[in-house]
């Protein structure tokens, strides 16, 4: 056996642009993976983020550090002992999941031995602005069933008023990516459970998130930047309500599944959610979604392009992936 394995960078234009707590973003960065064996290649796809101290660079010099283990046949199981979690061990991760599927010629499904997926709700993403812009996408994508929110400055109310306001029949997501503190979290909450909505993510930094404990959480709270991998969860139970299990984090779909199901056993309310990237990244996530409480994979519908073939999105609903794109 002699497997050939590669890193690549590529760019995605940004449709407009998408704006968090911490800053404005124009275009995608992502990392591919590749892994070829007789003919047949597998592929991953990775978003580096910068919170967590990634690079591009760094990431792709990562994956290339594992040429030689793969080549020599480097099992997914052993492949998690061997990378820390992260973006790197996540695309090469997911590149050796399709090119399981495709060695087997079956589809992700049958090697997880499960049923085949259904479509599922994704949410889709409303990106931090004033509150009357903020208002103006929310109309816009009204009649979506799920709305993600991005917040996180000192006094998000009217925001959150003006979202409610332009989009009342929606489930609403409020992501304030660390943004909050300690001193406006109760008036926030309040203003949140005022404007109906569902699910708090991350509204405090990772590590400074002790009075989650102390004080009654009025919309449930999920943790995104506060909980990485399966070893996470047990140790948040007295904080959060939910967790958002990203690939990106999990450093891969064989840790997420393994997570996903202690995140079960535990209580947790479980997001799937992704960085913004491009079906490819995507589509091993919607396999982990199913099941789920909350899908937050709208990373494809906030791009000017997308790669093809891409996942089948129609309105606020995306299927499972065709074995032509992964899996």
Sequence with gaps: MRRNLKATKESYPIAGS????????????????????DGMVGHGECVPYARYGETIEGVIAAIDAMAAPI???????????AMKAGAARNAIDCALWDLECKQANKPIH????????PPLITAYTISLGE???????????AARPLLKVKVGTADDVERMKAVR????????????????????I????????????GLIEQPL?????????????????????????????????????????????????????HMKVEAQRLGYVIMVGCMVGTSLAMAPAVV????????????????????EPGLRYEGSLVYPPSQALWG
Excluded at 110 to 117: F, G, K, S
């Design 18 to 37: 998408f704006t968090i707590s911490r800053g404005t973003r124009t275009e995608a960065h992502v990392v591919t993976c590749t892994i070829e064996e």
């Design 71 to 81: 080549n020599e046949g480097l099992t997914r199981g052993q492949l998690q002992h």
């Design 110 to 117: 049958d090697l997880l031995e499960r049923p085949a997926q």
């Design 131 to 141: 509150p009357q812009v903020m208002a103006e996408q929310a109309r816009a994508n």
């Design 165 to 184: 306001q332009a989009a009342p029949g929606a489930r609403i997501i409020i992501d304030a990516n660390e943004g909050w503190t300690d001193e406006n």
């Design 186 to 197: 109760v008036y926030h909450l309040a203003a949140a459970r005022e404007a109906g909505v």
């Design 205 to 257: 930094p990772a590590g400074k998130d002790d009075i989650l404990r102390r004080i009654e959480r009025l919309v449930p709270v999920c943790a995104d930047e506060s909980v990485h991998s399966t070893a996470d969860l047990e140790g948040l139970r007295d904080r959060y309500d939910a967790v958002n299990i990203k690939l990106d984090k999990t450093g891969g779909l064989t840790e997420a599944l």
């Design 288 to 307: 982990l979604a199913a099941g789920c409480d909350y899908a937050d994979l709208d990373g494809p519908l906030l791009l000017a392009r997308d790669r």
